[in-house]
């Protein structure tokens, strides 16, 4: 039978009117959806609780859960000045701002936080001496690392008041150029007056008077703790502009051995070549050289360990004995906190930088 044009008009508008709810009923479920999933991209946002963390000692701001911050919780506004500060002296310390010493130009390290004004430097011992005569201020000269780029950096330190610098010569061995940085944050040009390759030593000349100098140990055997403490420039994280502080163990044997170089138990990092490794009483008794990793093969896989390798002091002594360079040693008649020796340590160790 033949439907009528009424009835046929009839079913199409039914069909419409379903098409419509189907629609409709879609369109509620997904606003619905949308409803639910703003708080979830909140939480998204919001980090899950992460809080913005400042590491006074290390110079770096990070985004971390309030339970695993190992400095002064900060809000956003304080991260943002922090962190633009920090990206100015950055940018300082890899030579794009920022007055420097030359060769011909040598001037003293500028007054640390809590010394008197003045060219007064302070003795090794950490007692004040008379005061130093006073310097001309010589013209600015040109900058030595314009043109060029920072291929590497490591640490080294001060070992007498020449301002005579010991680091690892794979640091310095191919540069055009070479700073070393201090506490005070002022890049000071040097230059490579000896190095041995044999054992990973190099001598550098920066014309600075040194705010302090390193003193080596006069035997590691008298050592009464195996504390092995490692201060240097570590580049692992974020870049720090002050030295930071690294523990670790490190046997009496080990440290008095006729090799050339020698192992401690400590976490050594790129940055750390060059480092002083001292014992409690802040003497030098070996120069951190690299890192080395131990692989042991169990049923369950293999286990990595990883330690820090250091030039003897043995051999140390023997690269700045044939170079005629005397350096002064411990009394070793008090032992220091890991505080007191990093503020001490600080005042001798220095970034270096090598520039193409």
């Known amino acids: 039978m033949r439907m009528s044009p009424y009835a046929d008009l009839l079913r199409r508008a039914r069909r419409a009117t379903h098409v419509c709810l189907g629609v409709l009923c879609l369109g509620v479920l997904y606003l619905g959806g949308l409803a639910v999933a703003p708080p979830a991209r909140a939480q998204s946002r919001a980090d899950f609780g992460a809080v913005w963390c400042y590491d006074q000692d290390r110079d770096a701001i990070a985004r971390v859960l309030p339970a695993s911050c190992q400095g002064r919780i900060i809000d956003d506004a304080e991260a943002t000045r922090l962190g633009e500060a920090r990206a100015e002296r950055v940018k300082r310390l890899i030579g794009d701002a920022g007055p420097r010493a030359t060769p011909g130009n040598p001037q003293p390290y500028s007054t640390l936080p809590g010394t008197p004004a003045g060219p007064r430097a302070p003795a090794p011992d950490g007692r004040e001496r008379s005061a130093l005569p006073p310097r001309a201020i010589a013209p600015r000269q040109p900058d030595i690392t314009v043109g060029r780029m920072p291929k ?132 030098v008794v070996a120069v951190v050289h690299a890192r080395g990793v131990e692989r042991t093969a169990y049923a369950g896989g293999p286990i990595e360990t990883k330690f820090g390798l250091a030039i003897s002091l043995r051999a140390t002594r023997e690269f ?37």
Not at 205 to 228: G, L, M, N, W, Y
Not at 237 to 258: F, I, M, N
Not at 335 to 355: P, Y
Request: glycine share 8%; charged share 15%; aromatic share 8%.
């Open 152 to 283: 590497s950096s490591g640490t080294g330190f001060f070992i007498n008041e020449t301002g005579a610098v010991l680091t690892n010569f794979h640091v310095v061995g191919s540069c055009g150029a070479v700073t070393v940085t201090g506490y005070d944050r002022t890049p000071i040009a040097a230059r490579v007056s000896a190095s041995a390759a044999t054992v990973d030593l190099a001598l550098l000349h920066a014309s600075t008077v040194p705010p302090a100098v390193a003193s080596f140990s006069k035997d590691p055997r008298r050592t009464p703790t195996d504390r092995a403490i490692l201060v240097g420039f570590s580049l692992r994280g974020q870049p720090t502009t002050t030295a930071t502080l690294t523990t670790g163990h490190a046997k009496q044997s080990d440290l008095a051995t006729d090799q050339w170089r020698l192992a401690f138990d400590g976490k050594a990092y790129p940055g750390h070549s060059g480092s002083p490794l001292l014992n409690q009483f802040g003497e």
């Open 320 to 356: 700045l004995d044939s170079n005629n360079v005397h350096v002064q040693t411990g009394k070793a008649d008090r032992s220091f906190s890991d505080q007191q020796l990093l503020e001490r340590a600080r005042r001798f160790v220095v970034r270096v930088q090598c520039w193409s």
